[in-house]
């Protein structure tokens, strides 16, 4: 992490990363180079980059740690749980990321850890859970169901029993809250979603608060293999630049949409946490600059659901998110997620004119549902 500085998130994501020199580039160019001369401090790319480099400067400032990137977000994932002795029991949400969950369930069943479920929304059975625990996997909010984890309460009391807790921040982002300030050992990201911005490169993050633990995961991803391409670090670290404008676009447009369909005939129910009457809105509101760009609505049932988006016209059917695009997608159709309600539609808001995006969801919602 370099010097830290009380700038503000949205001059960091601009200042960070760079390093100046006279007469060179504002941008730090992308690095094509498997070997280097000797003499210097790299030696061989798969040891580092000054791409890769940049962009963990960047990150590691807005997250308030240190960072090392990865090949995707699921790399990052499996670099923190490949960390935990043989026999860990993991902590973990019971509805949070399906790759997360996948890979845990995975390697319980090779026997190399054992898990517990939980909803991370209910702060007395995740303290519950974590009795005799060693690592503590967090998600808030969490992926489909905009759940909100009670991070402070959480992590002080992991703090306190000494689990080793990991929030993964992908849908919040560093603009909307920092775990390590909070408590957390590390912080995940995809960076494919938010970060990067333009549904252009697979890539992932993780940041720690001690260098040593930096050092630790280095050494993992040099060993591993799980490096970035050069090309989706220079991406990342660009997307990264216009970060906060993208999202606080989103975030406007999330807010508005939610409360556009929390009202509409055919919905059943909105999950945003920034609707007065979600659950989760005291909660976020206290330990989050705002409440994101993602929401998920409910309509009658899946058949419903999957007609809704074939009405569609300029929201796109697709099952990534942080785009500049809109896109939905059905999560009860994916393995893995069939616990979720059959009509629950993912929404992941993008830089369209929010006018834009009302009419065709209303559209479509009403083409659907026209006999009903």
């Known amino acids: 992490m370099a010097e830290s500085k009380k700038w503000h998130a949205e001059t960091l994501a601009i200042v960070a990363g760079r390093a100046p020199s006279p007469g060179g580039p504002f941008n730090v160019p992308p690095t094509f180079a498997s070997t280097y001369r000797d003499g210097g401090d790299l030696g061989y790319g798969r040891w580092g980059n000054p791409t890769w480099s940049a962009f963990e400067e960047t990150l590691g400032e807005l997250e308030g740690g240190y960072c090392v990137s990865f090949a995707s977000g699921l790399a990052a994932v499996s670099a923190l749980v490949a960390s935990v002795p043989l026999g860990t029991t993991v902590v973990f949400p019971s ?64 703090r306190d029993v000494g689990v080793t807790a990991v929030v993964d921040n992908t849908f919040a982002t560093p603009m909307l809250q920092q775990p390590l300030a909070l408590g957390a050992t590390a912080v995940v990201h995809s960076a494919t979603k938010y970060i990067g911005g333009h549904s252009d490169l697979l890539m992932g993050a993780v940041i720690v608060a001690e260098e040593s633990r930096r050092d630790e995961l280095v050494e993992w991803r040099t060993t591993q293999g799980a490096i970035p391409g050069v090309m989706e670090a220079y991406l990342a670290l660009r997307g990264l630049r216009t970060l906060p404008v993208r999202f606080a676009r989103q975030q406007r447009t999330a807010a508005e949409l939610a409360e556009r369909l929390d009202d509409h005939r055919h919905v059943l129910r909105v999950r945003y946490p ?86 065709d969801l209303d559209e479509a919602l009403n083409a659907v549902f026209a006999n009903s």
């Open 95 to 158: 509805n949070g990321y399906n790759g997360t969950r996948g890979l845990l369930e995975r390697l319980e069943k090779e026997g190399r850890l054992s898990t517990r479920a939980v909803d991370v929304v209910d702060t007395q059975e995740v303290l519950n859970a974590m009795d005799g625990a060693d690592l503590l996997w967090l998600e808030s909010p969490t992926n489909p169901l905009l759940g909100i984890a009670d991070l402070p309460a959480i992590l002080r009391a992991a």
């Open 274 to 359: 920034g609707l007065a009457s979600d659950p989760g809105f005291e909660r976020a509101s206290a330990q989050m600059g705002g409440f994101g760009a993602m929401l998920s609505f409910e309509v009658r049932d899946a058949e419903s659901a999957d007609r809704v988006i074939e009405s569609l016209r300029l929201v796109v059917g697709g099952t990534s998110l942080g785009g500049v695009e809109s896109t939905i997608d059905r999560r009860a159709r994916w393995k893995g997620e069939e616990q979720l309600p059959g009509g629950l539609l993912r929404l992941s808001v993008g830089l369209e004119h929010p006018v834009d995006l009302w009419a």
